[in-house]
Protein backbone atom coordinates (compact mmCIF):
# COMPACT_ATOMS: atom_id res chain seq x y z
CA UNK A 1 0.00 0.00 0.00
CA UNK A 2 3.20 2.06 0.41
CA UNK A 3 4.47 2.00 -3.00
CA UNK A 4 1.01 2.00 -4.48
CA UNK A 5 0.33 5.73 -2.12
CA UNK A 6 3.38 7.12 -3.89
CA UNK A 7 2.24 6.70 -7.09
CA UNK A 8 -0.84 8.11 -6.56
CA UNK A 9 0.08 10.88 -4.91
CA UNK A 10 2.76 11.42 -7.64
CA UNK A 11 -0.57 11.11 -10.53
CA UNK A 12 -2.53 13.02 -7.79
CA UNK A 13 -5.21 10.54 -7.48
CA UNK A 14 -7.29 9.30 -4.87
CA UNK A 15 -7.34 6.19 -3.94
CA UNK A 16 -10.53 4.28 -4.17
CA UNK A 17 -11.36 -0.04 -4.23
CA UNK A 18 -14.78 0.70 -6.14
CA UNK A 19 -16.42 1.96 -8.50
CA UNK A 20 -17.14 5.91 -8.20
CA UNK A 21 -20.03 7.61 -9.71
CA UNK A 22 -20.23 11.22 -9.90
CA UNK A 23 -23.40 13.34 -10.58
CA UNK A 24 -21.83 15.24 -14.07
CA UNK A 25 -21.08 11.57 -15.62
CA UNK A 26 -22.75 8.62 -14.89
CA UNK A 27 -24.87 7.72 -12.08
CA UNK A 28 -25.29 4.26 -10.81
CA UNK A 29 -28.33 3.25 -12.53
CA UNK A 30 -26.49 3.87 -15.84
CA UNK A 31 -24.18 0.41 -14.93
CA UNK A 32 -26.94 -2.07 -15.90
CA UNK A 33 -25.11 -5.45 -17.37
CA UNK A 34 -28.34 -6.64 -18.87
CA UNK A 35 -27.75 -3.57 -21.40
CA UNK A 36 -24.51 -5.15 -22.59
CA UNK A 37 -24.84 -5.49 -26.42
CA UNK A 38 -24.59 -9.45 -26.19
CA UNK A 39 -25.53 -10.38 -22.84
CA UNK A 40 -22.74 -10.45 -19.93
CA UNK A 41 -21.69 -13.44 -18.18
CA UNK A 42 -23.01 -13.61 -14.65
CA UNK A 43 -20.90 -14.31 -11.88
CA UNK A 44 -21.97 -17.36 -9.99
CA UNK A 45 -23.47 -16.95 -6.42
CA UNK A 46 -19.96 -18.84 -5.03
CA UNK A 47 -17.63 -16.14 -6.62
CA UNK A 48 -19.36 -13.56 -5.65
CA UNK A 49 -19.41 -14.42 -2.23
CA UNK A 50 -15.44 -14.92 -2.96
CA UNK A 51 -15.64 -11.46 -4.56
CA UNK A 52 -17.29 -9.84 -1.27
CA UNK A 53 -14.77 -11.87 1.21
CA UNK A 54 -11.54 -10.45 -0.77
CA UNK A 55 -13.08 -7.24 -0.39
CA UNK A 56 -13.95 -7.55 2.86
CA UNK A 57 -10.14 -8.59 3.79
CA UNK A 58 -8.82 -5.51 1.94
CA UNK A 59 -11.27 -3.58 4.42
CA UNK A 60 -9.15 -5.41 7.14
CA UNK A 61 -6.01 -4.52 5.67
CA UNK A 62 -5.40 -7.52 4.07
CA UNK A 63 -3.87 -6.85 0.50
CA UNK A 64 -2.62 -9.01 -2.28
CA UNK A 65 1.03 -9.59 -2.22
CA UNK A 66 1.81 -6.74 -5.00
CA UNK A 67 3.90 -3.77 -5.23
CA UNK A 68 4.05 -1.05 -7.68
CA UNK A 69 7.53 -0.45 -9.07
CA UNK A 70 8.77 2.60 -11.41
CA UNK A 71 10.19 0.81 -14.58
CA UNK A 72 12.42 4.15 -16.86
CA UNK A 73 11.04 2.18 -19.80
CA UNK A 74 7.44 1.12 -18.60
CA UNK A 75 6.80 3.80 -16.07
CA UNK A 76 4.68 2.32 -12.91
CA UNK A 77 4.18 -1.26 -13.12
CA UNK A 78 3.04 -3.70 -10.48
CA UNK A 79 4.93 -6.86 -9.48
CA UNK A 80 4.34 -9.83 -7.33
CA UNK A 81 5.35 -9.60 -3.95
CA UNK A 82 4.86 -13.11 -3.14
CA UNK A 83 3.90 -16.24 -5.28
CA UNK A 84 0.59 -15.70 -6.39
CA UNK A 85 -1.77 -18.89 -7.57
CA UNK A 86 -3.79 -19.56 -10.63
CA UNK A 87 -7.07 -18.15 -10.58
CA UNK A 88 -6.34 -15.56 -8.06
CA UNK A 89 -8.32 -12.16 -7.87
CA UNK A 90 -5.35 -9.30 -8.18
CA UNK A 91 -7.52 -6.69 -8.44
CA UNK A 92 -11.28 -5.03 -9.42
CA UNK A 93 -10.19 -2.49 -11.78
CA UNK A 94 -11.71 0.54 -10.17
CA UNK A 95 -12.35 4.66 -10.94
CA UNK A 96 -15.21 6.78 -11.62
CA UNK A 97 -17.42 5.69 -14.26
CA UNK A 98 -18.22 7.77 -17.01
CA UNK A 99 -19.97 7.71 -20.51
CA UNK A 100 -17.72 6.69 -23.14
CA UNK A 101 -19.42 9.63 -25.65
CA UNK A 102 -17.97 11.61 -22.39
CA UNK A 103 -14.66 10.77 -23.24
CA UNK A 104 -14.17 10.84 -26.99
CA UNK A 105 -11.37 13.18 -26.89
CA UNK A 106 -9.89 12.03 -23.31
CA UNK A 107 -5.96 11.07 -23.90
CA UNK A 108 -6.35 8.97 -20.32
CA UNK A 109 -4.48 5.74 -21.32
CA UNK A 110 -6.22 3.97 -18.48
CA UNK A 111 -9.31 4.30 -19.16
CA UNK A 112 -11.47 0.97 -19.40
CA UNK A 113 -14.46 -0.37 -20.87
CA UNK A 114 -17.36 -1.27 -18.55
CA UNK A 115 -20.26 -1.76 -20.44
CA UNK A 116 -20.40 -1.89 -25.07
CA UNK A 117 -24.39 -0.88 -24.69
CA UNK A 118 -26.54 -1.96 -27.66
CA UNK A 119 -27.28 1.70 -27.49
CA UNK A 120 -23.56 3.25 -27.95
CA UNK A 121 -25.10 6.27 -26.19
CA UNK A 122 -25.50 4.42 -22.91
CA UNK A 123 -22.21 2.53 -23.22
CA UNK A 124 -19.76 3.26 -19.97
CA UNK A 125 -16.07 3.21 -19.47
CA UNK A 126 -13.67 3.57 -15.93
CA UNK A 127 -11.69 6.43 -15.79
CA UNK A 128 -9.34 6.08 -13.05
CA UNK A 129 -8.00 9.58 -13.90
CA UNK A 130 -8.86 10.98 -10.43
CA UNK A 131 -9.25 7.90 -8.09
CA UNK A 132 -8.69 4.49 -8.39
CA UNK A 133 -6.49 1.38 -7.45
CA UNK A 134 -3.45 -0.45 -8.25
CA UNK A 135 -5.45 -2.26 -11.17
CA UNK A 136 -4.37 1.61 -13.06
CA UNK A 137 -0.76 0.49 -12.97
CA UNK A 138 -0.60 -3.17 -14.16
CA UNK A 139 0.54 -2.79 -17.69
CA UNK A 140 -0.35 -4.45 -20.94
CA UNK A 141 1.23 -7.07 -23.48
CA UNK A 142 2.23 -6.12 -26.56
CA UNK A 143 0.22 -7.78 -28.41
CA UNK A 144 2.29 -8.09 -31.97
CA UNK A 145 4.91 -10.46 -30.97
CA UNK A 146 5.31 -13.56 -29.60
CA UNK A 147 7.27 -12.26 -26.80
CA UNK A 148 4.95 -9.64 -25.65
CA UNK A 149 1.88 -12.42 -25.84
CA UNK A 150 4.00 -14.84 -24.17
CA UNK A 151 4.51 -12.00 -21.14
CA UNK A 152 0.91 -12.40 -20.31
CA UNK A 153 0.00 -13.84 -16.59
CA UNK A 154 -3.12 -11.71 -15.99
CA UNK A 155 -6.25 -11.63 -17.94
CA UNK A 156 -9.28 -8.85 -17.68
CA UNK A 157 -12.99 -10.43 -17.41
CA UNK A 158 -16.64 -8.60 -16.78
CA UNK A 159 -19.06 -9.68 -14.77
CA UNK A 160 -22.46 -8.86 -14.32
CA UNK A 161 -22.37 -8.88 -10.26
CA UNK A 162 -26.01 -8.80 -9.03
CA UNK A 163 -27.17 -6.97 -11.97
CA UNK A 164 -23.59 -4.12 -12.76
CA UNK A 165 -21.05 -4.40 -14.96
CA UNK A 166 -17.75 -4.92 -12.97
CA UNK A 167 -14.13 -5.69 -14.41
CA UNK A 168 -11.82 -8.25 -12.89
CA UNK A 169 -8.20 -9.21 -12.75
CA UNK A 170 -7.45 -12.38 -12.50
CA UNK A 171 -4.25 -14.46 -12.66
CA UNK A 172 -4.50 -17.41 -15.23
CA UNK A 173 -1.21 -19.21 -14.10
CA UNK A 174 0.96 -19.44 -10.80
CA UNK A 175 2.83 -16.17 -10.83
CA UNK A 176 6.66 -15.92 -9.16
CA UNK A 177 7.00 -13.37 -6.63
CA UNK A 178 9.07 -10.65 -8.25
CA UNK A 179 7.08 -11.18 -11.74
CA UNK A 180 5.85 -7.88 -13.72
CA UNK A 181 1.82 -8.23 -14.07
CA UNK A 182 0.64 -8.09 -17.77
CA UNK A 183 -2.86 -8.48 -19.12
CA UNK A 184 -4.12 -8.08 -22.71
CA UNK A 185 -5.00 -4.55 -23.33
CA UNK A 186 -7.14 -5.68 -26.30
CA UNK A 187 -9.23 -8.38 -24.33
CA UNK A 188 -12.96 -6.55 -25.97
CA UNK A 189 -11.84 -4.12 -28.07
CA UNK A 190 -9.17 -3.55 -30.37
CA UNK A 191 -8.47 -0.01 -30.11
CA UNK A 192 -5.46 0.31 -27.36
CA UNK A 193 -2.04 0.98 -29.61
CA UNK A 194 0.11 -1.84 -28.20
CA UNK A 195 2.66 -1.70 -31.05
CA UNK A 196 5.05 0.31 -28.82
CA UNK A 197 4.91 -1.39 -25.81
CA UNK A 198 7.88 -3.89 -24.54
C1 LIG B 1 -2.98 1.74 -17.67
S1 LIG B 1 -1.43 2.57 -17.79
C2 LIG B 1 -0.38 1.44 -16.93
C3 LIG B 1 0.49 2.15 -15.92
C4 LIG B 1 1.52 3.04 -16.54
N1 LIG B 1 2.73 2.30 -16.83
C5 LIG B 1 1.86 4.26 -15.70
O1 LIG B 1 3.02 4.61 -15.55
O2 LIG B 1 0.90 4.89 -15.20
C6 LIG B 1 -1.10 2.30 -19.50
C7 LIG B 1 0.16 2.96 -20.01
O3 LIG B 1 1.33 2.33 -19.48
C8 LIG B 1 2.34 2.20 -20.46
N2 LIG B 1 2.54 0.77 -20.71
C9 LIG B 1 1.70 -0.24 -20.43
N3 LIG B 1 2.22 -1.41 -20.78
C10 LIG B 1 3.44 -1.16 -21.29
C11 LIG B 1 4.47 -1.97 -21.83
N4 LIG B 1 4.34 -3.29 -21.91
N5 LIG B 1 5.57 -1.37 -22.28
C12 LIG B 1 5.73 -0.01 -22.20
N6 LIG B 1 4.79 0.81 -21.70
C13 LIG B 1 3.66 0.24 -21.26
C14 LIG B 1 1.83 2.92 -21.69
O4 LIG B 1 2.28 4.26 -21.65
C15 LIG B 1 0.34 2.84 -21.54
O5 LIG B 1 -0.31 3.87 -22.23
Request: with cysteine; glycine share 6%; net charge positive.
Given at each position: MGTLGTALTALHMEFSNELTYAPSMALRHANQAKLENDGMQVLSKEDTETLEQCRSMCKSGLWPPLIVKFDSREGYTVEANAAIKDMTLIAEYTGDVDYIRNRQNDDCDS???????????????????????????????????????????????????????????VAIRDIGKGERLYYDYKGYEHEYPTHHFL
Open positions: MMTLLLAADPSKSLVICPDKRGNIARFINGINNHTSVGRKKQNVKCVRYDVKGECRVLL
